[in-house]
């Protein structure tokens, strides 16, 4: 098992910035697969970016050139650090973990972009 924990969410101004982390009870490197996904009302759940156990990403088309996402091995978290934010990013952002053919989730961070 494990147990992911989100933070870092808030309410920021279009064009702003905000830093999302998800903390892991165990180590990345036994983690085959993890990502950050984002649910806004009445939407559909849609990835915003992956991370393999090796650390390549894959980031979806609209946040692309201004997302980024990085991890800390020994603090066992991944980040997503948002950048130029715009109202249609307004969501509940969750940290998904594959673990053998076991899916978790956090219990996700609400972004609101507005002015």
């Known amino acids: 098992q494990v147990q992911l924990v989100e933070s870092g969410g808030g309410l920021v101004q279009p064009g702003g910035s905000l830093r999302l982390s998800c903390t892991t009870s165990?180590?990345?490197?036994?983690?085959?697969?993890m990502g950050w996904y984002r649910q806004a009302p009445g939407k559909e759940r849609e990835l915003v970016v992956s991370?393999?156990?090796?650390?390549?990403?894959n980031f979806a088309d609209s946040v692309k050139g201004r997302f980024t996402a990085s991890r800390d091995i020994a603090k066992r978290t991944v980040y997503l650090q948002m950048n130029n934010l715009k109202p249609e990013d307004t969501a509940v952002y969750l940290c998904?973990?594959?673990?053998?053919?076991?899916?978790?989730w956090g219990q996700g961070t609400q972004v609101t972009v507005s002015s």
């Open positions: 998904r973990a594959i673990l053998g053919q076991q899916i978790y």
């Open positions: 991370f393999t156990a090796g650390g390549d990403t």
């Open positions: 165990r180590s990345l490197f036994s983690i085959n697969h």
